[in-house]
């Protein structure tokens, strides 16, 4: 039980800006094996997100709570999945080759393609959280932070890490993940969108998985056309690709269904 307490610390002393005890122990081999635990981080960040709605919802306008609960995913995780997003709309913007796509990517500098993507993935999420009444965007949080979590660590389980060193920016990333540890993150990722689903009774929400793994097909062909696996930046777009579509399907279904 220490050995797994000590896991979820490391994901979340890498996954998140929130303070751990400093004694926490990490190697590389921790990093791969605590990748179990990301979807469960997505458990905090969504607890965080659902807090700030909670507390503005009735006093703000709805468009302000929203805006809140989006700046305090970013806080929560000091915009590491938004920054790997935007490197990696930079480096499959402009480049053209293996080596010259990951050289952008690990460059510290935001380009226009990044820019652009960045500002107007932010806005498809506010947007389609806007189209929902405060209660069922508390319901698409606990749904979008774990799962997309989670479509993030099946990519390090069906492809390959393809940086040959850390000259980089320095961005932990786990560079593989057992089928044990991929079935509990499953757990922790599908389990929440399960539980929304049930409380909703409303079972066309089944709809979004198929949306989710489209969306994962493009990304997971995208990089193994371009670059032969994943980087940490794919990783953090995948997470943001997932959790927009999430967003989106919720916004798309709410029209008629929920």
């Not at 079972?203 to 670059?227: N, Q």
Request: hydrophobic fraction near 50%; proline fraction near 5%.
């Amino acid at each position: 039980m220490k050995k797994q307490w000590q896991l979820l610390l490391t994901a979340i002393m890498f996954y998140t800006r929130l303070p751990v005890p400093v004694s926490t122990p990490y190697s590389p081999d921790m990093l791969n094996k605590a990748t179990r635990y990301l979807p469960l981080v997505g458990w905090i960040t969504g607890a965080f997100m659902i807090a700030v709605l909670y507390v503005f919802g009735g006093i703000a306008p709805r468009i302000v709570s929203v805006l809140l609960c989006i700046i305090m995913s970013v806080w929560v995780t000091g915009a590491f999945h938004e920054d790997g997003f935007a490197d990696m709309c930079d480096g499959f913007g402009g480049g053209w080759t293996k080596e010259r796509i990951l050289d952008i990517m690990k460059d510290s500098r935001i380009g226009t393609y990044g820019m652009l993507g960045l500002l107007l993935l932010m806005a498809l999420k506010l947007t389609s959280l806007l189209s929902l009444p405060i209660n069922k965007v508390m319901l698409a949080v606990i749904a979008a932070q774990p799962l997309s979590r989670f479509m993030a660590v099946t990519i390090i389980y069906t492809h390959i890490y393809v940086r040959e060193n850390e000259d980089s920016k320095s961005k932990p990333v786990s560079k593989g993940i057992s089928l044990p540890d991929l079935l509990l993150a499953g757990c922790f990722g599908l389990l929440p969108f399960v539980l929304v689903m049930i409380y909703l009774q409303n079972y066309t929400l089944l709809l979004i998985i198929p949306a989710l793994l489209l969306a994962r097909w493009y990304m997971a062909r995208l990089m193994r056309k371009w670059i032969g696996g994943y980087t940490g930046d794919c990783l953090g777009a995948v997470q943001q690709i997932s959790e927009t579509v999430i967003y989106l399907s919720f916004c798309i279904l709410a029209w008629k269904y929920i």
